[in-house]
């Protein structure tokens, strides 16, 4: 028993040292790891939070969309802009705004919530519609080559056969006939490699938009 205690009383004494010579540092670990846990449960309740109330202010924006209310709708997504502006509701009300600001006869408005949807939506789909309708506004605008500079980067596989489209549209507004027609061949190809995924079959009346598109070009040769 006596060696037995004595041999116990070693490894006591062994960690007892080590103690003393990593102590510090496992406390100051654990210690870390403790505070990074705290953090994070915090940052994921301060996300909730925002995404909440930006829920709130988003559907305010919808009622005063449907109420026509250009003014208001331009200051619920100001909101959502300035606080809110980690969350996708800030992308969503950005794009929403325009639309009600372009119906109003604002396009300048407009322009600038689609900027800023470009540039810092959260998610890369309203990105790319943003993008999107930014480029068919300075279509209407006839501002062809921010136009195309809109157009330029390469958006997601569901956006593309729009993207070329919509770059076909504006070289036959400049009169670019032989461009606007490749890019109507390149919108019908994007479409045709969509064709595996059973939504898009069911496209076919846009195809045939994209089709006489085309034709048209060639008709006019």
Do not use: C
């Not at 540092?25 to 994070?40: D, G, H, Y």
């Not at 790319?128 to 080559?145: G, P």
């Not at 489209?165 to 490699?193: C, F, H, I, N, T």
């Amino acid at each position: 028993m006596a060696a037995y205690d004595l041999e116990e009383q070693e490894q006591l004494d062994e960690l007892k040292t080590w103690w003393k010579l990593h102590g510090n540092l496992v406390t100051n670990i654990l210690l870390a790891i403790a505070l990074v846990a705290a953090a994070w449960q915090g940052w994921n309740w301060w996300q909730r939070q925002q995404s909440a109330q930006a829920s709130a202010v988003f559907s305010a924006l919808q009622t005063a969309a449907m109420q026509r209310d250009a003014k208001r709708v331009r200051e619920l997504a100001g909101e959502l802009v300035d606080k809110y502006s980690i969350t996708d509701y800030a992308g969503m009300g950005a794009l929403l705004a325009a639309r009600v600001q372009v119906d109003a006869g604002d396009s300048r408005s407009a322009r600038v919530q689609l900027a800023w949807a470009v540039d810092n939506a959260r998610d890369a789909g309203l990105r790319d519609l943003a993008r999107l309708r930014l480029a068919t506004l300075m279509l209407d605008e006839k501002s062809y080559d921010d136009a195309l500079k809109q157009l330029a980067a390469e958006p997601s596989p569901s956006f593309a056969p729009r993207f070329a489209e919509l770059r076909g549209d504006v070289y036959a507004s400049q009169g670019k006939m032989p461009d606007a027609r490749g890019a109507y061949e390149a919108a019908l190809a994007k479409l045709d490699a969509l064709a595996k995924d059973d939504e898009t079959r069911q496209r076919g009346g846009y195809r045939e938009v994209l089709q006489v598109k085309r034709d048209s070009i060639g008709a006019a040769k």
